[in-house]
């Protein structure tokens, strides 16, 4: 995927919640930035979790693959990623291991539109064996704000 194949799945998935969340929850406005600069933690997370010697990545991606929401969600606080606080809302989060792709889904249970729940689907496929460790590595040492996607196309996008 190229940069801007990213930046345009980003800016459709930024649109949408923006949209849904904004009308849905009374929030005013939401902070692109922030939102870019979380999806950029997420998926230097994912990639931590891929390199072979990383203890930090090791115990994560142990915890994505009991996928246990709660276990999930205490993780990523730890990593400084709260998904409720920023999205506002309770969010529940499944890992899907056949997508590269991060989603949110509004879940409406037993046909009521009052009975609803956020999902959050985490990406987390297998490490595509094109994947190095150096292309790891320096996705996830990347402090460089101007860099909101990896430059190689199968680190997983998380919020898009």
């Not at 692109?32 to 600069?37: G, N, R």
Request: proline content about 6%; aromatic content about 10%.
């Amino acid at each position: 995927m190229s940069i801007q194949t990213y930046q345009d799945k980003f800016d459709t998935f930024f649109n949408q919640i923006t949209e849904e969340l904004g009308n849905t929850r009374g929030l005013d406005t939401i902070d692109k930035q922030e939102f870019q600069a979380i999806n950029k933690k997420l998926s230097q997370l994912i990639a931590k979790s891929w390199l072979p010697n990383d203890p930090e990545g090791a115990e994560f991606s142990k915890i994505l693959l009991r996928g246990d929401s709660e276990e999930i969600k205490n993780s990523l606080k730890n990593h400084g990623v709260d998904l409720e606080d920023w999205f506002r809302v309770s969010i529940n989060v499944e890992v899907n291991w056949d997508t590269f792709v991060g989603t949110l889904k509004e879940i409406t249970t037993l046909g009521a539109i009052s009975d609803r729940s956020n999902t959050y689907i985490l990406p987390y496929p297998p490490r595509p064996a094109v994947v190095t460790d150096e292309q790891l590595e320096r996705w996830v040492n990347d402090t460089n704000p101007d860099n909101k996607f990896p430059l190689d196309p199968y680190i997983p996008l998380t919020l898009c």
